[in-house]
């Protein structure tokens, strides 16, 4: 998929090992995600990301590509049981890159995707209360503010809000 400005979506691949441990590894942005996320995020990191990345069809999970380089990642998770119909949204961008809006054009371009390629009704994101790039990004992309899950997420030893945004397929 490829973006007005340069980005392309495209499925991740074992050349990106470098990148992404070179851009992955910071705390700036592992701090701003679940434990999931590692840091330091080492070689044998990226190893099991990308391999995961790329086990699924459809892709779930997308290297953001600008000039031919792999600079952050963008996906789609699966919920089950009554949520089935729900997506949830990840992203992290590499931080040379930060504030150009790049953010901003992945995140619509994966709405446009998900809801083409599943038969979801409702694609949220839970960002921390602290992370305001992060609801400013939603917001621009036209997600709705459905509320916040006060002192809910504990991360490195300090407790903070989770801010909850969804858009609908209608
Ligand atoms: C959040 C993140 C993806 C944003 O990427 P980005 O490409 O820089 O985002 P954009 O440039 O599209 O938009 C960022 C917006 O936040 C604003 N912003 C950035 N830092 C800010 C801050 N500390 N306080 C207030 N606004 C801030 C920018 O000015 C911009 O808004 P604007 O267009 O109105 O000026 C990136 O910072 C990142 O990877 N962070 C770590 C991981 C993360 O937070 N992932 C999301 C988890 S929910």
């Given at each position: 998929?490829?973006?007005?400005?340069?980005?392309?979506?495209?499925?991740?691949?074992?050349?990106?090992?470098?990148?992404?441990?070179?851009?992955?590894?910071?705390?700036?942005?592992?701090?701003?995600?679940?434990?999931l996320?590692?840091?330091?995020?080492?070689?044998?990191?990226?190893?099991?990301?990308?391999?995961?990345?790329?086990?699924?069809?459809?892709?779930?999970?997308?290297?953001?590509?600008?000039?031919?380089?792999?600079?952050?990642?963008?996906?789609?998770?699966?919920?089950?049981?009554?949520?089935?119909?729900?997506?949830?949204?990840?992203?992290?961008l590499?931080?040379?890159?930060?504030?150009?809006?790049?953010?901003?054009?992945?995140?619509?371009?994966?709405?446009?995707?998900?809801?083409?390629?599943?038969?979801?009704?409702?694609?949220?994101?839970?960002?921390f209360?602290?992370?305001?790039?992060?609801?400013?990004?939603?917001?621009?992309?036209?997600?709705?503010?459905?509320?916040?899950?006060?002192?809910?997420?504990?991360?490195?030893?300090?407790i903070?809000?989770?801010?909850?945004?969804?858009?609908?397929?209608?």
């Amino acid at each position: 998929m490829m973006g007005e400005t340069g980005i392309l979506l495209r499925p991740w691949e074992m050349e990106d090992k470098l990148s992404l441990v070179k851009y992955a590894n910071n705390k700036k942005i592992a701090d701003n995600l679940r434990n999931l996320f590692p840091y330091p995020f080492e070689e044998k990191n990226a190893d099991h990301f990308i391999s995961l990345w790329t086990s699924m069809q459809p892709v779930r999970v997308f290297a953001i590509e600008l000039d031919g380089e792999a600079i952050g990642a963008i996906g789609l998770h699966a919920k089950e049981d009554v949520h089935e119909k729900n997506m949830e949204l990840g992203y992290w961008l590499a931080e040379p890159f930060w504030g150009k809006g790049i953010a901003t054009r992945a995140v619509g371009m994966m709405v446009n995707y998900g809801f083409k390629t599943w038969p979801i009704l409702r694609i949220y994101a839970g960002a921390f209360g602290s992370n305001i790039a992060s609801q400013k990004v939603l917001e621009k992309c036209g997600f709705f503010r459905e509320g916040i899950l006060k002192n809910s997420i504990w991360k490195n030893e300090r407790i903070d809000d989770e801010i909850i945004y969804a858009i609908y397929r209608d």
